[in-house]
């Protein structure tokens, strides 16, 4: 220790690496593994096929309800202008209804 502290030491150590052939080695035949792999391979794609295809399905439904939404939205408001139109005139003619009648009493 130097003034109350603890000296640490580092070393490199080095290992020996060691020489990989380049040729690998199967325990089993190629075909035999191809044989095994591509099944899986083949359902994999058609697994990922299929979700991809449910996935768009459910895109298209968000996308045609949003829509729906949308258009039910500027209906609603279309609709309450129009109602409120029809409101305004009918009262407007009740007003002049009693203002006629006053005018025929006079």
Request: hydrophobic share 40%; aromatic share 4%; proline share 5%.
């Given at each position: ?72 939205k ?23 209804e ?9």
């Amino acid at each position: 220790t130097k003034e109350g502290r603890l000296t640490v030491e580092r070393e490199m150590v080095r290992t020996p690496t060691p020489d990989f052939s380049p040729v690998l080695l199967f325990e089993q035949d190629p075909v035999q593994i191809l044989d095994a792999l591509l099944p899986l391979y083949l359902n994999s794609q058609i697994l990922r096929a299929l979700q991809e295809s449910l996935a768009s399905e459910l895109a298209n439904r968000m996308n045609a309800m949003s829509n729906a939404s949308d258009n039910a939205k500027e209906l609603k408001r279309s609709l309450s202008v129009t109602y409120n139109r029809q409101r305004q005139a009918k009262i407007t003619g009740e007003i002049l209804e009693i203002v006629a009648g006053a005018n025929a009493l006079d």
